[in-house]
């Protein structure tokens, strides 16, 4: 299997949503966000199914240097072997993925935000950073769209957030803030015991608020000139937007289970959006 297989195998078998984006891209562009995507991938799985925490460890370090060897030259693993190629034309700098690294770290040190300001930080590095090279290898123009892609990732990381509460909190982690928990009496053992309530719906309407006006305020933010350009971050914001509706519509049941939309219906958005040029 060479490089480019590789990366095509590990994008595809992830069934994401942005893998349907994907699909629409020009051949070179495509090979460079799935080359990218399939970074993300790997270094998010050390995280969640590594589960002693000092080899997981030693597996992001070994990342790391596997970076900054890979942009002095000499790339070994098949991830980075398909990303160089692309990294020059498409403006992938190093810090770029050692932000991705640094985020992933986070998790292995922390399993609560005291605050939404805290749980940004670790959001920009997981998601906005990703939003912003996504944005570069779409075909970004204008500057002015790294704040959209910015303030998209952190829509789809709230998202994520809420999609995976109950998922997050078998691996003990909570990324709701402390703060906000205090705020509408929520325990954090009632969420680890996977208890539901109504104090729990109100702060998760809460939280789809606030993801919800996010996807507005990207779009609002996305420059006319680029928006053409960066219609594969409108599909994924197509297909997030309506994941969260649907969790909003089922009453927060996601303790329990992991709300998911269809391959086929992740498809039918992204075609929609393709051809339309706007989220549903």
């Known amino acids: ?165 109950g998922e997050d909190a078998l691996r003990g982690r909570i990324y709701l803030p402390v703060s906000e928990l205090q705020q509408f009496d929520v325990k954090a053992h009632e969420i680890l015991k996977r208890q539901y309530s109504a104090n729990f719906s109100a702060l998760m309407a809460f939280q789809a608020q606030r993801a919800l006006a996010l996807y507005d305020e990207a779009l609002a933010e996305l420059p006319a000139c680029d928006h053409r350009a960066q219609k594969p971050g409108l599909m994924m914001a197509s297909i997030y937007r309506t994941l969260l509706r649907e969790i909003q519509a089922d009453g927060y049941q996601v303790l329990h289970q992991r709300v998911s939309l269809t391959p086929l219906r992740k498809f039918w958005l992204a075609w929609k959006t393709q051809a339309f040029g706007r989220m549903a």
């Not at 297989?5 to 984006?21: D, I, L, P, T």
């Not at 589960?51 to 000499?74: I, M, N, R, Y």
């Open 1 to 165: 299997m060479n490089p480019e297989q590789y990366v095509q195998q590990k994008a595809a078998a992830s069934g994401s949503s942005f893998y349907y984006a994907f699909l629409f891209l020009p051949k070179d562009r495509r090979a460079a966000i799935t080359a990218f995507y399939a970074f993300c991938r790997e270094v998010d799985d050390v995280v969640d199914e590594v589960t002693d925490p000092g080899v997981a460890g030693t597996k992001l370090a070994w990342w790391q240097s596997e970076v900054d060897k890979s942009f002095a030259g000499q790339p070994s693993h098949p991830v980075m072997q398909a990303l160089m190629p692309c990294a020059a034309a498409y403006g992938i700098e190093a810090r770029h993925l050692q932000a991705v690294i640094e985020g992933c770290q986070m998790d292995l040190a922390q399993n609560r935000y005291l605050d939404f300001q805290a749980l940004q930080r670790y959001c920009h590095l997981v998601a906005g950073v990703v939003g912003e090279v996504a944005a570069r290898i779409f075909g970004q123009t204008d500057p002015a769209t790294t704040r959209y892609a910015h303030k998209l990732g952190l829509a789809f990381q709230l998202t994520n957030i809420i999609r995976d509460v």
